[in-house]
């Protein structure tokens, strides 16, 4: 049976934040990746013409609307491909546009986790569909100072020691990771030129070396997603 083309479709916050791996596994299994980068003024699809929803990451907040008047727009689009049914990933601040979106609160962290950092699976994950792409416990890159609550009718599926709120799937197609598995070596440099000024001192807070040296820190994540989403391929 020939696999379904799917249209992939992401949002982009800031010109230094893109798809990373997701760009190279959409290109390998042939399905179609079209962008809005909102940052640009670049104007939404209708969503009746996406199969997905990637929303990536990026440095302001979901309350900045003031600064970042598309972010209202956003979070309308981002309801109404829920609202329908649409396979939704959102990475760090997709993940908490997602949140927001579903009513949850998004707040300061107690602490900034940036770097490499493990992350488990929790209880819960049991009974989520998309959990069961992920592994129980891995390293994951990190770049975020901001958490949300879970949603109402979601499920927690992942923690960290810094931040409780790793991770929640909402039904069996819509999945919130604040972690990053699709940095590339080439994205995390452009994380470290652009905001370094995050780089300051805190428990969870690595230097550049220490995220720049090790590849295999990078196959692995981008193995990961590949499996991840090749597992939601298979609901939707």
Same mark, same amino acid.
């Given at each position: 049976m020939m696999k379904k083309q799917l249209r992939i479709h992401y949002l982009q916050h800031v010109p230094f934040e893109g798809p990373g791996s997701i760009e190279s596994w959409a290109m390998v299994r042939g399905h179609s990746l079209t962008a809005t980068r909102l940052y640009a003024g670049q104007l939404l699809p209708p969503v009746d013409h996406l199969d997905w929803l990637v929303i990536l990451g990026g440095p302001m907040n979901v309350y900045e609307e003031n600064r970042y008047p598309w972010l209202a727009r956003e979070k309308r689009f981002i309801g109404e491909a829920l609202h329908n049914g649409k396979t939704v990933i959102g990475i760090c601040l997709g993940a908490q546009l997602m949140a927001c979106v579903l009513g949850a609160r998004v707040m300061g962290n107690h602490c900034r986790e940036i770097g490499w950092h493990p992350v488990e699976k929790t209880a819960e994950a049991a009974e989520s /569909?998309?959990?069961?792409?992920?592994? $129980?416990? !891995? /390293?994951?890159?990190?770049?975020?100072? $901001?958490? !949300?609550?879970?949603?109402?009718?979601?499920?927690?599926i992942a923690r960290s020691k810094a931040c409780e709120n790793q991770a929640f799937s909402f039904g069996e197609r819509a999945v919130a990771l604040q972690f990053h598995l699709e940095?590339?070596?080439?994205?995390?440099?452009?994380?470290?030129?652009?905001?370094?000024?995050?780089?300051?001192?805190?428990?969870?807070?690595?230097?550049p070396a220490d995220m720049l040296t090790d590849l295999n820190f990078f196959r692995m994540i981008n193995e990961w997603m590949a499996e991840f989403l090749d597992g939601l391929a298979t609901v939707g």
């Open positions: /569909a998309p959990a069961r792409f992920l592994p $129980d416990r !891995f /390293a994951a890159f990190h770049w975020h100072g $901001d958490t !949300f609550e879970i949603p109402r009718g979601a499920i927690h940095s590339t070596r080439e994205s995390v440099e452009q994380l470290v030129h652009n905001c370094r000024e995050d780089l300051t001192e805190g428990p969870y807070i690595q230097g």
